[in-house]
């Protein structure tokens, strides 16, 4: 509650220097929500002690203990990955958290009789806040004077306007939807109303995260229950029934489980989604939910505003068109401008008519009915007998809209928008208006951005529908679409005559312009274009937007609009230029189309690995590779082809499921390894190869199908990939030259050379040979399914 402890001319001059330190000294400062990035400590301490890596550690220790010293290369790898995750999050963090200091909302306090712009996280106990529509109430208040229309639909779910007026409470996390105020902030900080019913939200949400993110977090849970039973088991077979040493068993049982851990794909996934962040932050793009990127990656439908998405912001009078003869165009002209002087310019259209308008001279109205979304007009009262309203036509007029209708659509067809400034009377009960009588349609006009049509071609070209949601005449809106080249303009639909739930979805599907739309209309016809199993992104700026920003797959908001509309999307353009758009999108699709084919990488190793130990379980063999044999090949032939192709150009629409996807591609090649290995531990019974050949014939020949597999994910074949497959191979030719002991790699003999160059010839005829035994496969599980399961 309010300290009572006011200076002097309070609530006039708001608080002094004194009372503000001495609020802040008790703590009863609106402190902000926690920062959407993580704390440097944070980043440090997720990235040495993932649990994989505490895996690794305690595989090291049992090297260690047995004084394997030369296997612990994997070390060095698990160490570089450590350092690039740290470098890169770091990175992503300075640049995000400087882009949110740039975003960050403001609030206008008065503060010993001047008004101040400062941080809402600045603000204190029973300070003294200016409200205007667009604003979000950053803490609990208290109408002091002026009047507001708020939307507590983000607290509560109910989406009504509610008046507030002097003596009134206003809830944060509420915000203004016209009119202006002036308030005292009751409760700050952790003791608002939105603070604790986000701490509670906080309590019971479940994390919520996209397809990608999730299926990888499901395959680390199921390979993290493996890994011990299988390692204890090898560990077991190898040394109890084998007769392999403690030593022995030790360094093939941690090489069975090194090459079941994607040690290097969980980096991949986040090393990459950091970077996209950071090079979206670049671009002018704020990224307030990371698991945006993915999501924006499989956006196949974008509804967007008319106004400062396809039209500039700023909007131009064009002039009036007389609707009688009982008044001279200039009286009208006349009244419009006592009219618009008395409203609070907390609009486009207001802003547009009041610099043409508005004059010193203007007479004061005895009542002022703000804009509302809801009822598409707003009103003033110079008097009992004397009222007028500004607005939608077909909402002021009703029925009687069919006569004006014609004249309406004419001035429209330019893509004009067209208010009616009528006489009429107060509603009952003071409500509304009644018994309007037009006196002329007042033409505004937002220009086409001249960046529009190329913007639109992009997202046509992609494959992504474009849906026109706008609160302006279905006509007007038609016009502005076609004009910017949005495919399907033409048909469009007036949002007021959707009646039911049952209306707006069968809208979906024939219309692309929806005029006439409230705000809890755009809502549901996000929630219509999602329940057609449609991933939506909605673009807004407004307070007539929030309800669909929210309910979006992805939502992006101008940095030049409404406080709110900012607050609560994923994505903030902060140079409010919808042209930057297909960059944001290519980003997001080049990041996730490119995790999902080096995953298959990963996913190769994996599979043979924990197959391969599964068997040697049960069979008379020792698990035939070493730690840092495995180490080689995850280099070579995984980790740094993966981040080369982790950062090319790929703006193809993200489909299927990721994990299935990346299984899909790795299953050729990981059973190619494994039949290779077995066929190979056979050669070994037949001619007596020692085991210290056979481990280095199965690691080259490992390594070898690892550069397959990477020149298969790389499709399609550019001078980079060509480039990145030679320096590979001489690489790999350089350590079994200059550097075969690092990673225990033995000398052949003759005899061995020829069992790894007729198992290198068999390669392509073996991937080939089972890439059509899958696709046979998956051809047959689409006919039996019914292709509910295709990727």
Known sequence: MPSNSYPSGYPERGLTAAQVQKRIQAGQVNTPPESPTKSVRRIVLENCFSFFNL??????????????????????????????????????????????LLSSPKAHVIREGRTLSVSTGELVQDDLVILAAGNQISADARVVSGSVQVNE?????????????????????????????????????????????????KKSKKSHLPGMM???????????ILIVPIGVLLFYRQTSLLGLSVREGIETTAAAVIGMIPEGLYLLVSVALAASVARLATRQTLVQDLKCTETLARVDVLCVDKTGTITQPEMAYLGLIPLTDRVTEAQTERLLSDFVSNMEPDNETMQALQKALKKDGARKAARVLGFSSETKYSAVSFGPEESYVLGAPEFILGPAYASYQPAAEEAMADGSRVLLFAACKPGPNGRGISSPVPLAFARLKN?????????FQFFREQGVTVKVISGDNPVT???????????????????????TYEDIQAACETCNVFGRVKPNQKKLLVQALQEEGHTVAMTGDG???????????????MASGSDVAAQISDLVLMNSDFSSMPAVVAEGRRVINNIERSASLYLVKNIFSLILAIISITAVFSYPLTPSQLTLMSLVSIGI???????????????????????????????TDLFIIIFVLLFQQAFQISGDE???????????????MVWKVAKPVNKLHVGMMTGLILFLLFIVRFMPGLFSLSPLSFGSYLVLTVFILLIPSVIWLLNKALEGLELLFDRATGGKYAA
């Open 55 to 100: 895996i690794f550690f305690i595989i090291a220790g049992f090297l260690i203990a047995v004084r394997s010293y030369d296997e612990l290369i994997f070390l060095l790898v698990v160490a570089a990955n450590t350092a690039i995750g740290i470098i890169q999050e770091l990175h992503s963090k300075k640049k995000l958290d400087a882009l949110s």
């Open 694 to 708: 056979i481990s280095t014939i199965t690691a080259l020949l490992v390594t070898v199908v690892g550069f397959f």
């Open 214 to 224: 999730r299926s990888l977090n499901r395959l680390l849970i199921a390979i993290g």
């Open 447 to 455: 220009p086409v951005r001249e960046t529009a049509k190329a913007t």
């Open 543 to 557: 307070v007539n937007d929030v309800l669909a920003l929210k309910e979006a797959d992805c939502s992006i908001a």
């Open 477 to 499: 809106v038609s016009a502005a679409a076609a004009e910017a080249g949005i495919e399907g303009a033409d048909k469009y639909v007036d949002a007021s005559t959707l009646e």
């Open 641 to 671: 082809p993966s981040f080369i192709l982790a950062l090319e150009p790929n703006e193809d629409l993200v489909s299927g499921k990721f994990l299935r996807n990346a299984i899909v591609r790795a299953l050729p090649a990981a059973f």
């Open 153 to 201: 639909s983000l607290i509560t779910g109910e989406s009504d306007e509610i008046s507030k007026g002097p003596g009134d409470d206003l809830l944060s996390g509420s915000f203004v939807v016209s009119g202006k105020c002036t308030a005292s902030l009751t409760r700050v900080g952790a003791e608002s109303y939105a603070a604790k019913l986000t701490n509670e939200a």
